[in-house]
């Protein structure tokens, strides 16, 4: 079983202790603790992994004219939970029983845009109140965010910092790839370049080039470099924030490779894409239509992704294959080589010709379909139905 405490004062559990930053006066201090066993019951020293982290919503504010903490103090970069792993004996209430000593403290999680309600997106003012922080923990003990908490060089030093190959480890000259970067500390990126190469630059024209951001995780769109032959591979670069307009770099050598593909693998590449394009299409993709990314091989196969056909393919895929599981299985594919797919299908109109030839029955089909919304469902008997007569009529063929 768990014991959950709470105050708005650090000092009673003792995380006035904890060296990084300023405690945060009015912001909830959690002391969380597990327990087995009768009583005098046995604490729990458990350690959690970061992708299965104890996961609190904190409330921040008071009164709602008088906000705590806002989004711009967020945004700052520095608004970090810290953790203290000292056990309390819950029996002996005194002051010093509840301040133990020699707690060994630890960086929990560098709060990010998506940590806090209402989001700190790109479009919401710095002068937002913030009414809750979501805060993750690995384990047990007393925990609490501080402000002006930048990620440290003990924590950088700590950490291995690199790129996932859950998404691209190599990529075109011409940029566009979606890059993901694991460690500590990435929240809130001030500039990420590859090489010499701004890939991403903090309230400048590069940021879009973003895509997510969180202590962990960062999802950031390749660079265009200058290289035409053979390959070129370079260091990853990334800026974080510190006090005073200060920078903490964190450097990851020989981290990805451009490298242009022959003309035999642009063409296979472009064939293999075709059949996924249909299934990115079909089956729920991120198109510019409903929310998320841009639908790239459509943009590219027919000059805009505000193309009527692509209309009548986002509309055929809410009406009957947005909660398809086989297909939406293959989304992540889709997405994952569309950009790379994209650039090879606009630079060459003869594959774009392709592309648009393999859609035109599947736009055609979803003209209908939506047209006679009970068609679809008469089709999909009549074609159950055949193959069912077909399967019997080999079996009693067989025997």
């Known amino acids: 079983f768990a014991v959950v405490r709470a105050t708005r004062n650090p000092t009673a559990f003792g995380l006035d202790r904890v060296d990084e930053g300023i405690p945060w006066d009015g912001i909830w201090t959690v002391s969380l603790h597990l327990y087995q066993g009768d009583y005098p019951f046995e604490e729990l020293d458990v350690t959690f992994a970061l992708d299965t982290p104890i996961v609190m919503d904190l409330p921040v504010g008071s009164l709602p004219d008088e906000p705590v903490v806002r989004i711009g103090d967020i945004r700052d970069g520095g608004v970090t939970l810290y953790r203290a792993e ?24 560098n709060v990010g845009p998506m940590d806090t309600y209402p989001l700190a997106g790109r ?14 923990m690995d384990g047990p003990g007393v925990a609490g965010l501080r402000r002006d908490a930048y ?5 950088v030093d700590s950490t291995h910092y690199r790129v996932s190959e859950n998404g691209a480890i190599r990529g075109s000259y011409k940029g566009g ?18 090489g010499d190469v701004m890939a991403y ?12 951001a969180s202590d962990t995780e960062l999802r950031v769109l390749s660079p265009a470099f200058d290289g035409e032959d053979g390959e ?10 510190q006090r005073s307009n200060a920078t903490m770099t964190i450097h990851m050598p020989k981290q990805f490779t451009f490298k242009n593909p022959t003309w035999l693998t642009q063409l296979l590449t472009a064939l293999i894409g075709i059949p996924i394009a249909l299934i990115g299409l079909l089956a729920g993709g991120r198109s510019a239509g409903s929310g998320g990314g841009p ?8 000059g805009t992704s505000l ?16 909660d398809n599981a086989v297909g939406t299985a293959f989304v992540d594919i889709y997405y994952r080589l569309s950009p790379t797919l994209a650039d090879i299908i606009a630079g060459h109109p003869a594959l774009a010709a392709m592309v648009r030839l393999a859609l035109w029955p599947v736009v055609l089909s979803a003209r209908f379909f939506a047209a006679v919304p009970g068609i679809g469902h008469m089709t999909v008997m009549v074609l159950l139905g055949i193959s069912f007569l077909s399967i019997r009529r080999k079996s009693t063929q067989q025997q």
């Open 307 to 322: 193309a009527e056909q692509v209309e009548v393919l986002r509309t055929f895929r809410d009406m009957w294959l947005l």
């Open 86 to 109: 000292a056990m309390y004996d819950y029996a002996d209430t005194s002051p010093k029983a509840l301040r133990k000593t020699n707690a060994p403290e630890r960086y929990q999680w």
């Open 123 to 136: 479009n919401v003012s710095d002068d937002t109140p913030v009414r809750r922080i979501r805060v993750r």
């Open 151 to 155: 990620l440290t060089k003990t924590v």
């Open 177 to 194: 790839d979606e890059v993901v970067i694991r460690g500590r500390g990435l929240a809130w990126p001030t500039r990420i370049l590859f």
């Open 201 to 212: 630059e903090r309230d400048a024209d590069l940021e879009n080039r973003l895509i997510f």
């Open 295 to 302: 639908c790239f091989i459509a943009t590219a196969a027919y």
């Open 232 to 241: 070129t591979v370079v260091d990853i670069t990334v800026e974080m924030p």
